[in-house]
């Protein structure tokens, strides 16, 4: 196929997710990226504390605020374009690294049928987050990899990516190490020339460059990556924010990620195993999967989005084993396989794109309106586990509201640390009394999930229920089914 033809067929579904994926995710994609851009433009918003304590890059965030200060030029800023525009920009970037991954596996079109058909990517393609921008990245420099008997030329551009990647987020290049060992051992230049001459001040151009960037975003001197390293390590953040067991990806990261298209993974896998002299590069790249995965497992906070880098390679070995394969079989079996690789993404795809974790995104059109009516003696609390909604990027009115936090525990000597959505979840009405005392000012609107309801009752008799929003079908204890605002009802 054309590779034009290929483009537009990636747009189409990238576009299509920026739409069709209604559903909330992490929190992520939201507080560490648009909310960041927000608070830059337009000068109010919530930076959470990771941006006070300087641990992130502003790279990311920077490219959405550009977005948001064009908007805000040219008066477009309206809610709709702040909430789509970098959906738009995250979609596009996918698209042109899908059209990557093509070219990369050999200009298959079961290529194109197994990354448009993935579930997950459909899911995170379009999503503001770091880790989607990554496996972006990280696609492009697969394809500028000079993998031998491919013919690409041997370039700096993958290096430049890498450097990239490094200075965004330092644990996003784990998967890199083992391919750039295996670019040294192929390289025909020496090993000390290109660690030297390429590979070091490709590295330190880029890490000055961000390292000016966020201390000018910052407002002083820092190394982001170095604070990172520093809070991850001392207070041991991960493991605040939850830990899993160690075979947690292997149990469940990998099979629900990559779901029915683990079974043609596998069998590629076992092929190549048995072939080794045919397929070094697949065997390099089982090798770099095997790692990532061990490193992975070895840290305590897991996560679904983690493993989105390693999407693309698990395709490139299970998209060119399909291709082989299709060579000799039969139409009917052909076709037997593409459907059931289609139907067994298409129910993670609506599901978790259509109805699961809907309701807290789907507030946030009330809350605009409200808002936008009159600011003045609006006050919304959100009485959910802490980041449960976007904030000001998807209200866009300098309304006044606050939300239960969760910030880690930076002070060694107190052991009984308890965070503030902790605290209210250990009993609600008692932190409800100290914050807000019956005779001073209530909340206007309260936002909370329905399962709460009970637990707060004494406040919420002075209110009345407004909105009831579906969320999930699977309600957890502090997640409910429905979400709900509660107006405060004016005295007379
Ligand atoms: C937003 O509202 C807060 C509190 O009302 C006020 O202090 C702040 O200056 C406002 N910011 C902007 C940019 O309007
Ligand atoms: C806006 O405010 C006015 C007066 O306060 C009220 O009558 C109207 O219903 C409000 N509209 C919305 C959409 O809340
Ligand atoms: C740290 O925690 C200890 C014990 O709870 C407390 O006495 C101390 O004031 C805290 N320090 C800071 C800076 O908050
Ligand atoms: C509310 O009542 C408490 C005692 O019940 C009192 O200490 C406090 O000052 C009062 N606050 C206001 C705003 O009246």
Known sequence: MENL???????????????????????????????????????????????????????????????????????????HALIYGPKILQALLSAYSDLCFYKWSGSKKWSVFIISSSWFWFYTGSRTLINSFECALSTIALNQFPWPGKGKDDNNKFIALIAILFAIRPTGIILWIPLCLYHLTIIKTGIMKTVFLRYMPIGLLVLTISTLLDSWMHGSFLVTGYEFVKYNFYYNIGEFYGSHPWHWYLSSGIP??????????????????????????????????????????????????????????????????????????NTILLWAVAIIIFTGNLGPTWYFSFAHQRGTLDVMDPLREIASNDTSNKHFLFLMPCHSTPYYSHLHVNVSSRFLTCEPNFNKSNTHYIDEADTFYNNPNVWLRQHYPPNGTLPSHIIMFDSLAAGVSDILSRYKLTHQIFHTSFPTSRIGRFVLIHELLSKI
């Open 256 to 329: 629900a990620i990559f779901g029915i298209n683990l079974i043609p993974f596998v069998i590629a896998t076992i092929v190549v195993l048995k072939n080794r002299q045919v397929y070094p590069n697949e065997l390099i790249l089982l090798g770099t999967v095997v790692f990532t995965v061990i490193v992975y497992s070895c840290l305590p906070h897991k996560e679904f989005r983690f493993l989105l880098p390693l999407l693309p390679i698990v395709f490139y070995i299970s998209s060119r084993f399909l291709s082989s394969w299709s060579r000799k079989a």
């Open 5 to 79: 033809t290929v483009l537009l067929i990636f747009v189409s579904i990238r576009i299509a997710s920026v739409f069709l994926t209604q559903t909330y995710f992490v929190p992520d994609e939201y507080w560490q990226s648009i909310e960041v851009a927000h608070k830059i433009v337009f000068d109010y918003g919530y930076l959470t504390w990771e941006w006070i304590n300087g641990i992130r890059s502003y790279i990311h965030p920077l490219i959405f605020a550009v977005l948001y200060k064009c908007l805000e030029l040219t008066g477009l800023d309206n809610p």
